[in-house]
């Protein structure tokens, strides 16, 4: 009797879409116990030692069940974790209906003439500068902050950021870090959608008026990571 229902819930667990695949890994959508769900699966490195690869994988997997966990307990919007599987150097995830990336609503939002310092995409940018204020003041760094990383649900100029993709993450206290977060999604922000450069300032100037003076030593601290950077392009 119990058969069925076994056979039935495997090949559910096996009947998995690939969404997309990246350097680190795969992104299937799949059914996994009555949830829509998003299955990460990462790849083994060959070029590493297997014992130092799974060490490394397992390390990186526990951290952003962590990071994901610890950003829901503090009231910002992630992926809910269902499972860690070491095994099969798989998470998975809680998977968000209808979502689109905050890259492809910009892309959309600029085809439908709206330029990037409209009042939709400048509140775009304080609420992602809100939010990522919240998310250092809990000293959580993303390690990989981009557009596509963030989500939208429908409505979706109203809806409220998820964040994602926090395999890179890590828990420190120190600007320094905070403040490469910032700058690694400056970068991200400035290569990838043109005409930004006021959208980017302001939600700086977001995160530097909203979060204080540990976020002032923060934006202090970008604009010495900015100068390494150009140092860095002019130099090798």
Same mark, same amino acid.
């Given at each position: 009797?119990?058969?069925?229902?076994?056979?039935?819930?495997?090949?559910?667990?096996?009947?998995?879409?690939?969404v997309t695949q990246g350097a680190e890994g795969r992104l299937y959508a799949?059914?996994?116990?009555?949830?829509?769900?998003?299955?990460?699966?990462?790849?083994?490195?060959?070029?590493?030692?297997?014992?130092?690869?799974?060490?490394?994988?397992?390390?990186?997997?526990?951290?952003?069940?962590?990071?994901?966990?610890?950003?829901?307990?503090?009231?910002?919007?992630?992926?809910?974790?269902?499972?860690?599987?070491?095994?099969? =150097?798989? &998470?998975? @995830?809680?998977? $968000?209906?209808? *979502?689109?990336?905050?890259?492809?609503?910009?892309?959309?939002? !600029?085809?439908?003439?709206?330029?990037?310092?409209?009042?939709?995409?400048?509140?775009?940018a304080e609420r992602i500068g809100k939010l990522l204020v919240k998310m250092?003041?809990?000293?959580?760094?993303?390690?990989?902050?981009?557009?596509?990383?963030?989500?939208?649900?429908?409505?979706?100029?109203? =809806?409220? &950021?998820? @964040?994602?993709? $926090?395999?890179? *993450?890590?828990?420190?206290?120190?600007?320094?870090?905070?403040? !490469?977060?910032l700058y690694v999604l400056e970068r991200a922000i400035l290569s990838t959608?043109?005409?930004?450069?006021?959208?980017?300032?302001?939600?700086?100037?977001?995160?530097?008026?909203?979060?204080?003076?540990?976020?002032?030593?923060?934006?202090?601290?970008?604009?010495?990571?900015?100068?390494?950077?150009?140092?860095? @392009?002019?130099?090798?």
């Open positions: 009797m119990l058969q069925q229902p076994l056979t039935h819930l495997l090949q559910h667990w096996m009947d998995r879409e690939l799949t059914e996994w116990l009555g949830h829509s769900v998003i299955v990460k699966h990462r790849f083994s490195k060959q070029y590493r030692h297997p014992d130092l690869d799974i060490y490394i994988t397992n390390e990186r997997m526990k951290a952003e069940a962590r990071a994901l966990t610890r950003c829901r307990s503090y009231g910002i919007k992630t992926p809910a974790v269902y499972d860690v599987d070491f095994n099969k =150097s798989e &998470i998975v @995830l809680e998977k $968000f209906t209808d *979502s689109v990336t905050i890259r492809n609503f910009i892309y959309e939002t !600029v085809k439908n003439k709206l330029t990037m310092d409209s009042p939709v995409m400048l509140n775009m250092h003041s809990n000293n959580i760094i993303h390690g990989d902050l981009t557009t596509s990383n963030m989500l939208l649900v429908p409505p979706y100029d109203l =809806s409220d &950021i998820i @964040l994602i993709d $926090f395999g890179l *993450s890590s828990v420190d206290e120190r600007a320094e870090d905070k403040a !490469v977060d959608h043109p005409n930004t450069e006021h959208f980017v300032a302001h939600l700086l100037a977001t995160y530097e008026n909203t979060g204080g003076e540990s976020a002032r030593d923060v934006i202090k601290r970008l604009n010495e990571v900015r100068l390494r950077g150009r140092k860095k @392009l002019c130099f090798g």
